[in-house]
């Protein structure tokens, strides 16, 4: 399918004094792409010139239309010498490829050089015409949407979620070329600048391929990360959540039974419409056809029919034989395929039935030189191991899928830590169909379960449990097992019922380590890696029961190799699920009880730590209602099993069941005190301090407790890089440094922000790195949202009818809604637990199988802890009448009105997939910056802090330049995914790179959206102040 | 544990009121720091010293490179790296360009060379506002005087489009150009008890009526603006004023004149026998200093004239504000009863400005 691509340059501004006798600059711009370059006029003498150019027109491929960026060089003109760059603008024309997101890129964009920042503004229009071609063995996937958004975006219905997409490219590093010794760093910047956006392009390209293949229209979720490898090379990869994607664009969309395709699948020759009875699916992502890799491990494409029609009129009642028919085949689909995993992190109610807790893989690497860049097979090979053990992680959970599921890595030389994790999850048979009337069937078995507790309920065999659990009757329903604490990676289900407000919970960590060559260190970072896991689960349980909670959501570890130390960071957010016990308390127990001022001591700490925990849950406004032991049931007899949680399994364990006064019969969690370390522990436990009043904090999407939310956002980035003194470093001066740094890093922000109390700091995303030997960089983003307190109690009322009705609405569309494979409710047959568990334990960290045993029995011990942390239950789907479709017909219709205006010349941004107080109507494609900023003159643009602000600051200037050139006026999902930052002050120099993504979107105002007359004169007068055209 | 480096971006560029404050008025990271302290901020936020600092250099970090776009203040509007609410960039724009009393006193009148600018350390001292802030308010005189030097067209307006000031400032502004281009002293000790209000009400009232912007009166032609200058006295005018001298030169004019206002205000005047007494003194001492005004140095010392020929006189007689304007307004109304006399149109320009002048400087 080629295209024509068509641009046109209108008109630069700003633009910095390139002749300094004159004070003038003689611009002209050169538009490349592949291989064809045009170039402008001169336009003589002007800071503003106005090229006014014709359209300059491309015939391409549409290979390369998604490969290839457009690249705009901006030049003053020199008569006796070579003209002299002012800088560049590269734009991704991806989004104008598939036909309802933009269909024009217009607009001003910052001219950007990676030596000086931004240098003026240059006012550009792209368009692109494709040409239809129905080539099946096409190399290209225009028209596969992109969003990196990890829940089915706003305006659309899923029709089938597909599953795993994943892909990788990689390269030489510029940088680290010959060529790159006689170069100029602008030149090296833009080459790397250049590639990069290549690979983005081409792995963009290759997913949609797959994803095509996989007969989906869509990749929701979609992570792409860059490996900065050194000497070894560049490697980009992503994974994604393939899916077909029906836009919710007119009423009659809603309408049940076999919807019509839609326009996109239309358009798309290769998706089939949804037919009734059976579908064909694949089950395994598809290696692309090119040839260009060899699969790693064999991939099936077979496709795998599914009976979902027969019988229609008999299963309704016989929900078990039925079940059971469904289970074996989910189960089948579920072994054919290579990965159940979905990057999603929210889900539509009743797609996720069991939660089973948190997997973890982690393997150490030694990099080399990757020889030829088209057979990455070592780097697929490394990912494909890795994630083969959280498969198995899962299956011994009982689980046949894994959510909320992400990659990273951490690199130091040529030492690279692989991570994976997720949450092992049972999903809902309901969506292995495709028709109405059966899922109608379905619906009706399960509405006799109560709400917001069947996520929490275990989907493993009590009596074959995968790690020893305190398992009790659900406080909810009473019907179901439930664990005692519910570790997961996603966001709190919407229809989960919470009690009080959650929190955002960090465990911080650091190991110091020698440091070592290859292999050696390798081994020592092998070695280290289990104890960490452990110790940081075990702050993590910690800190929970500290503030009285029972819950975390959206758990994410991240592990940070470096020359010297290894650095642990978890974050997620605590809640109190109504369906899981009231947490213990944290006992603290004393090795000498002999000693009176030891003694003493220990109940003075007790005493502290009973105090906190009782704040906290008046601060949290954590108070369950009172049960009566005998409506729960006895508890599932296995008290001696806890002590496996302890931290050493000695003899506490009954006296604590004695001591713990406090805490009735509730089990409470024992800290002994036998040496320093553990000391160490509990006061740092005690240090964290709870943000002022006002605040709140969470890492997830939404605050539980909290929906009031008011329109005003501030999304935000802070860096901190601390210096550590390099004498006598100790693990614990480590950890108190990282700690602080932490801590006044969360302090600063609370008082930043305080403007906008009350507010809640949503989706808190921290990142640690170390650049250097003493260096430690905490990057952190996030956004702050301001929240109306008065109104709490009348929306939480109208907040439950809305998230009803939400319901309603979405289960609508999930009855269209079927997963290809997905696993049955019943967990009678979970996988064989204990033995896989083990194997997959054992981390494929590429250390000898000895050293493997070593570890074994700790691995054991993380393993029932932290990776395979517990399960959790969703509940099941709120049983709501279908509602006619009016509400968000209504709304359709509504934010059809033109109300873009009103928003001229600001471009929101924000990590979370929603706007407060608008509604996204549309999504504009996706936004993949990379960015290199280098200083040969840091002192002037005022040290490292001035420059990595002024880039940061420009980042975002270009993000949202694109975002408003697509016609859009946010940014939602927005992450940083890269922030390396280097400096070399006895040079002078410092060098930093970026990486962003997020959607771009059109959002309205829900207030605009139902006065859509009274804003028509708002229109005119704000735009005035920002977006208006300037007169100088 | 040393921070290397601390930063926070937020996609909208948060402004701290205070903070700006601070910086405006020259105050060192470490001084602004204690200022806060001061401020009991610790206590309301329970805030640390340490969040205190990170927090004032990131701002002021930001309000760094914010500045180089204040000095072109449409550039602030349309540039794309910091996103500001209008009404914050509107602000940012207003306060930098704010000025302090006490400095503006000290050079209004003068020329904004760097003559000038290397006595702020002077004036700092003098003033006690800070070095680095006498600078910033300096640079802004003459940053503004500099663009709208040249320009045609309403010197208000000039200031305003390419400056984005409230109405109130730009006045101010253009006050201080007209000042600077004119060159009046108002830095004599008899001066000192006049406000730089008082000056920029003169000036408005001179560039209303005496530059020759004024002459082209009837704007119904917009193109007339070309001609439109509002930062020079109008020479032509200044020459005519000379024609003036009559007044005080004829004697019978002079007697006649007297006897006009003295029979207009006879027991209206609490001051009358004072008035009576003086009348000759004053009006040589107001056509004196009309006549006078086609010298430079005469021109830059009009309002020393008008002080030491009108205002302390009067003073000194104890005449009340209320007995100025009358008297003010009979003196001027009645030339137009003096037969001999054939410039009341120049007189009435001249004089319905210098009465307000007069007005405005007559007090304590």
Redesign the interface.
């Known amino acids: 399918m080629p295209g024509k691509l068509k641009v046109k340059i209108v008109a630069g501004?700003?633009l910095p004094v390139m002749d300094r006798a004159s004070d003038l600059t003689d611009a002209f711009v050169e538009v490349k792409f592949g291989n064809t370059t045009f170039k402008t006029d001169v336009y003589p003498k002007s800071l503003n010139p106005q090229w006014n150019s014709e359209w300059f027109k491309f015939e391409v491929d549409d290979e390369d239309l998604q490969d290839e960026p457009l690249q705009i060089t901006v030049l003053d003109h020199d008569t006796y010498s070579a003209n002299d760059a002012i800088g560049k603008v590269y734009i991704d024309i991806d989004p104008l490829l598939y036909s309802e997101a933009a269909t024009v890129i217009s607009g001003?964009f910052?001219i950007y050089d990676t030596i000086h920042g931004?240098r003026g503004?240059i006012n550009v229009v792209v368009k692109v015409d494709l040409f239809n071609d129905l080539n099946r063995f096409r190399q290209s996937s225009c028209g596969v949407k992109f969003f990196c958004t990890t829940s089915i975006p706003k305006c659309y219905r899923a029709v089938i979620i597909h599953g795993f997409v994943e892909e990788l490219v990689v390269n030489e590093d510029p940088e680290y070329q010959w060529i790159d010794r006689i170069r100029t760093p602008r030149a090296s910047n833009e080459a790397r600048q250049r590639l990069i956006s290549l690979m983005s392009g081409e792995l963009q390209r290759k997913i949609g391929l797959k994803v095509l293949e996989m007969r989906g229209n869509a990749v929701v979720g979609y992570l792409q990360c860059f490996d900065l490898e050194g000497e070894s090379g560049l490697v980009v990869r992503a994974i994604g959540t393939a899916c077909t994607l029906d836009k919710l664009s007119s009423p009659a969309a809603f309408l049940p039974a076999c919807n019509s395709p839609s326009k996109e699948m239309k358009e798309s020759p290769l998706v089939h419409p949804p037919s009734h009875g059976c579908r064909s699916t694949h089950n395994s992502p598809i290696h692309t056809a090119t040839g260009s890799r060899l699969t790693q491990n064999f991939s099936v494409s077979v496709p795998t029919l599914i009976y979902t029609g027969m019988g229609s009129g008999s299963a309704g009642k016989e929900g078990g034989p039925f079940k059971a028919l469904l289970r074996q085949q989910t189960q089948s689909a579920l072994e054919q395929r290579e990965f159940p995993f979905f990057t999603l992190t929210a889900f539509p109610p009743g797609f996720l039935v069991h939660v089973g807790g948190v997997v973890s893989a982690r393997s150490v690497k030694l990099l080399d030189r990757i020889h030829n860049p088209d057979e990455p097979e070592t780097r697929d090979a490394w990912w494909a191991e890795i994630r083969q053990e959280i498969k198995s992680h899962a299956k011994a959970l009982g689980c046949h899928a894994v959510v909320g599921y992400s990659e990273s890595t951490s690199i130091c030389e040529e030492v690279c830590i692989l991570s994976a994790s997720g949450t092992a999850a049972v999903l809902n048979p309901r969506f292995l169909q495709d028709g109405t009337v059966e899922g109608c069937l379905e619906q009706r078995l399960e509405e006799n379960l109560p709400a917001g507790c069947g996520f929490c309920h275990i989907p493993y065999d009590e009596l074959n449990m995968p790690f020893p659990a305190h398992l009790t009757y659900c406080y909810n329903c009473r019907k179901q097992k439930v664990p005692d604490v519910l570790f997961t990676t996603i966001d709190l289900p919407t229809d989960a019922t919470v009690i009080g407000k959650g929190c955002l919970i960090q465990a911080r960590l650091c190991r110091l380590k020698k440091k070592a060559q290859a292999e050696a260190n390798a081994t020592a970072i092998s070695n280290l890696l289990p104890f960490m896991e452990y110790e940081v689960h075990t702050q993590l349980m910690n800190k929970l029961k500290l503030k009285g909670m029972n819950a975390l959501f959206g758990l994410r570890i991240q592990i940070t190799v470096g020359e010297n130390m290894l650095m642990g960071l978890a974050s997620a957010t605590g809640v109190y699920l109504a369906a899981l016990p009231t947490p213990g308390g944290i006992q603290i127990a004393g090795k000498t009880p002999n000693d009176g001022s030891y003694e003493q001591h220990i109940s003075h700490m007790q005493k502290k730590i009973n105090d906190t925990i009782a704040k906290n849950k008046e601060l949290y406004e954590i108070n369950p209602p009172e049960i009566s032991e005998e409506i729960i049931g006895s508890p599932i007899p296995e008290p001696r099993q806890r002590s496996r949680l302890l931290r050493s399994q000695s003899e506490s364990s009954d006296e604590v069941t004695e001591l713990d006064l406090s805490h009735g019969k509730k089990d409470a969690f024992v800290l002994e005190i036998d040496d320093t370390d553990a000391m160490e522990d509990v006061h740092s436990l005690l240090t964290d301090v709870p943000p002022?009043s006002g605040f709140y904090s969470c890492n997830t999407e939404i605050m539980p407790g909290i929906n009031n939310w008011t329109s005003e956002i501030?999304?935000?980035?802070?860096?901190?890089?601390?210096?550590?003194?390099s004498l006598n470093l100790t693990n614990h001066a480590l950890n108190k440094?990282f700690n602080?740094?932490c801590e006044?890093l969360l302090?600063?922000?609370?008082?930043?922000l305080?403007s906008m109390i009350p507010c809640c700091l949503c989706h808190v995303n921290f990142t640690v790195s170390l650049p250097e030997d003493e260096?430690i960089?905490v990057t952190v983003t996030a956004v702050a949202i301001t929240f109306d307190k008065n109104q709490a109690l009348q929306t939480t009322k109208a907040h439950v009818e809305k998230s009803l009705q939400r319901a309603s609405t979405d289960n609508e569309e999930l009855l269209q809604f079927p997963l290809e494979l997905c696993s049955d409710s019943l967990p009678s047959h979970p996988f064989p637990p204990a033995k896989e568990h083990l194997e997959s334990a054992s981390s494929n960290s590429g250390i000898p199988a000895a050293q493997r045993d070593r570890c074994s029995s700790w691995i054991e011990l993380i393993k029932l802890k932290a990776q395979t942390i517990r399960r959790g239950s969703i509940k099941t789907t709120v049983t709501v009448e279908k509602t006619s479709p009016m509400g968000e017909g209504n709304f359709r219709n509504r934010s059809a009105a033109p109300c873009a205006n009103s928003t001229v010349g600001?471009?929101?941004?924000t990590p979370l997939s929603f706007i407060p107080g608008a509604k996204i109507t549309k999504y504009l494609g996706i936004i993949n910056m990379f960015f290199i900023r280098e200083t040969t003159s840091l002192r002037e643009e005022?040290g490292?802090?001035?420059f990595?602000?002024?880039f940061?600051?420009?980042v975002?200037?270009m993000v949202?330049?694109h975002v408003a050139a697509l016609g859009g006026n946010a940014v939602v999902s927005y992450i940083m995914k890269q922030c390396v930052?280097m400096e070399n002050p006895n040079k002078n120099q410092a060098q930093c790179l970026i990486n962003v993504s997020g959607d771009a979107v059109v959002f309205a105002r829900e207030s605009e959206l139902e006065v859509v007359s009274t804003q028509q004169p708002a229109a005119n007068c704000?735009p005035a102040?920002?977006g208006g055209e300037?007169?100088? | 544990?040393?921070?290397?480096?601390?930063?926070?971006?937020?996609?909208?560029?948060?402004i701290d009121e205070d903070v700006y404050r601070l910086w405006l008025d020259g105050y060192s990271v470490g001084d602004a720091v204690a200022l806060r302290v001061r401020s009991g901020i610790l206590e309301q936020?329970?805030?640390?010293a340490?969040?205190?600092q990170?927090?004032t250099?990131?701002h002021y970090?930001?309000f760094?490179?914010l500045e180089r776009l204040l000095h072109?203040p449409?550039?602030l509007?349309?540039?794309?790296?910091?996103?500001i609410?209008?009404s914050r960039?509107a602000l940012l724009i207003e306060r930098y360009y704010a000025f302090d009393e006490a400095f503006v006193r000290e050079v209004l009148g003068k020329k904004l060379s760097k003559g000038t600018k290397k006595d702020l350390d002077d004036i700092s001292t003098k003033t006690g506002i800070t070095l680095k802030s006498c600078r910033r308010q300096f640079d802004n005189f003459k940053r503004v005087f500099k663009v709208v030097e040249e320009m045609r067209g309403s010197l208000v307006d000039n200031v305003q489009?390419h400056f984005l000031l409230s109405d109130r400032l730009a006045r101010d502004y253009a006050a201080i150009v007209f000042f600077a281009n004119n060159r009046f002293e108002t830095g004599k000790k008899k001066l000192q008890y006049l406000s730089f209000g008082d000056f920029a009400f003169c000036a408005e009232l001179m560039i209303q009526n005496w530059t020759l912007g004024a002459v082209g009166e009837a704007p119904t032609d917009p193109d007339s603006q070309v001609d439109d200058m509002d930062m020079d006295l109008d020479k032509e005018f200044l020459q005519d004023l000379k024609e003036l001298k009559v007044l005080v030169a004829d004697k019978d004019l002079l007697d006649l004149h007297k006897s006009l206002v003295c029979t207009a205000l006879r027991g209206k005047l609490g001051v009358f026998s004072e008035m009576e007494a003086n009348f000759k003194n004053l009006s040589r001492g107001l056509v004196n200093v009309a006549t006078k005004l086609t010298h430079n140095k005469d021109v830059r010392d009009l309002f020393v004239d008008l002080v030491e020929k009108f205002v302390e006189p009067c003073r000194s007689d104890h005449w009340p504000l209320s007995d100025v304007r009358l008297f003010l307004n009979q003196y001027s109304a009645s030339v137009h009863s003096l037969d001999g006399f054939r410039h009341q149109a120049l007189w009435d320009r001249y004089m319905g400005t210098l009465r307000g002048c007069l007005l405005r400087l007559y007090h304590d």
Not at chain 1, 906 to 909: E, G, P
Not at chain 2, 1 to 14: A, H, K, Q, W
Not at chain 2, 77 to 83: A, F, R, S, V
Request: with cysteine.
């Open positions: 501004r700003h001003w910052p931004i503004e002022p501030q999304m935000f980035t802070s860096v901190r890089v601390i210096r550590l003194s440094n602080d740094l006044n302090k600063s922000l609370y008082f930043k305080r260096l960089q600001v471009v929101k941004m005022g490292v802090s001035g990595l602000h002024a940061i600051a420009e975002f200037a949202r330049a930052f704000q102040c920002t300037v007169t100088t | 544990m040393t921070s290397e480096l601390d930063i926070f971006v937020g996609n909208t560029t948060l936020t329970g805030a640390t340490a969040v205190l990170s927090d250099m990131d970090r930001t760094h490179m072109a449409p550039k509007l349309h540039q794309l790296i910091y996103q609410p209008p960039q489009q």
